[in-house]
């Protein structure tokens, strides 16, 4: 298992009074990046958009689905004695590697409520989940494809390995920042630039706004506004 240190406690108050789209374009703006990279895909969707913002550091697992056989314990318990290591706030950041995401959940009001009290804020699944009324009545994340309504005999394994969620690496450790927009993953080294970086972006956005619904606007105008053709 990879690791980053985890950031500092003002670091994490500013990222969650930003939209993760606001992130997104000022990580752009910093080029640690291909832009094609660096956030989780639609497919994985925010279930309680009216939480707000979710940030915390990764702890990654993939989940199965042991179908005919006895579920290997080990998994589960690893998971929760990394979790208690950890410094919070953390994410759980789940792989579905059943092959059938639509057919298991791989947590509920119980997971959550131990995951909680382990130092964790929300889980993020290519999978499904259940629980949903309970979960959103605690103020934990659910991000996910759907709810499934059993939890058939899934089994947790590997424990803190990198992961694919949606055509994103997700590794132990990283930034993860999500809300209604979907997940960014946040780079350690971005974050002393950062600030400088969304303040340029909420500059710029405002400026395009304040004159697209000015009485001056005209297309030409604003093609050369941004410089296009230049």
């Known amino acids: 298992m990879t690791s980053s240190p985890s950031p500092a406690e003002s670091d994490l108050l500013y990222l969650r009074g930003i939209d993760s789209p606001t992130v997104a374009n000022a990580l752009e703006r910093l080029e640690l990046r291909d832009r094609s990279e ?3 895909g639609g497919s994985v969707q ?22 005919g056989r006895s579920v290997r314990q080990h998994g589960y318990w690893d998971l929760w004695t990394t979790l208690e290591r950890m410094e919070g706030p ?14 298991v959940a791989y947590a509920g009001e119980i997971m959550v409520a131990l995951a909680s009290r382990l130092g964790a804020v929300g889980i993020v699944t290519d999978g499904a989940l259940r629980d949903v009324a309970e979960v959103r009545a605690k103020g934990f994340h659910y991000f996910m494809r759907q709810p499934v309504v059993s939890h058939a005999n899934f089994e947790l394994s590997k424990i803190g390995d990198p992961v694919f969620i949606d055509g994103q690496l997700v ?30 972006i909420r500059a710029a956005e405002r400026r395009d706004l304040d004159f697209i619904d000015s009485p001056e606007f005209t297309l030409d105008g604003y093609k050369e ?6």
Do not use: Q, W
């Open 171 to 200: 590794r132990t450790g990283d930034i993860l920042h999500g809300d209604a927009n979907g997940i960014v993953v946040v780079p350690g080294e971005s974050l002393p630039s950062l600030r400088d970086a969304v303040e340029a």
């Open 46 to 67: 925010c279930a309680f958009p009216e939480l707000g913002t979710m940030v915390g550091t990764a702890l990654t697992a993939t989940v199965d689905n042991a179908v």
């Open 38 to 40: 660096g956030y989780i």
């Open 90 to 103: 953390v994410v759980i950041v789940m792989k579905d590697a059943s092959g059938t995401p639509t057919r």
């Open 225 to 230: 506004m941004r410089g296009y053709g230049a």
